[in-house]
């Protein structure tokens, strides 16, 4: 891994951390199924945080598997929300977690 990718891969872990906190204080302000499927979606984040930790060339294909679920819940749990500060705190999560551009 040459320097470029080892410090984009350090920014997307602070990211990622940044995105878990924001996530439990999402998960905070809801309630039922919504804060249970805020909580799974928060789950996914630290799993790949963990993953990323342990082993810094995970594949490519465990990387999007995981990275995929967490913006395709994210999604979802937008377009159940009818609460506009929640979805915007869900937009900013989707906009920090962003890859490239």
Do not use: P
Not at 47 to 54: A, C, V
Request: glycine share 4%; no cysteine; proline share 0%.
């Amino acid at each position: 891994m040459n320097f470029t990718e080892t410090k984009e891969m350090r920014d997307f872990r602070t990211r990622l951390k940044k995105s878990i906190y924001m996530m439990s204080l999402v998960a905070w302000r809801l309630n039922g199924e919504d804060r249970e499927d805020a909580l799974s979606i928060r789950n996914l984040m630290r799993e790949l945080k963990n993953k990323l930790d342990k082993d810094a060339n995970l594949s490519e294909f465990d990387f999007t598997e995981i990275y995929g679920a967490i913006i395709l819940g994210l999604s979802i749990l937008y377009s159940s929300l009818e609460n506009d500060l929640v979805k915007k705190d869900l937009l900013n999560i989707q906009d920090t977690l962003s890859i490239g551009g």
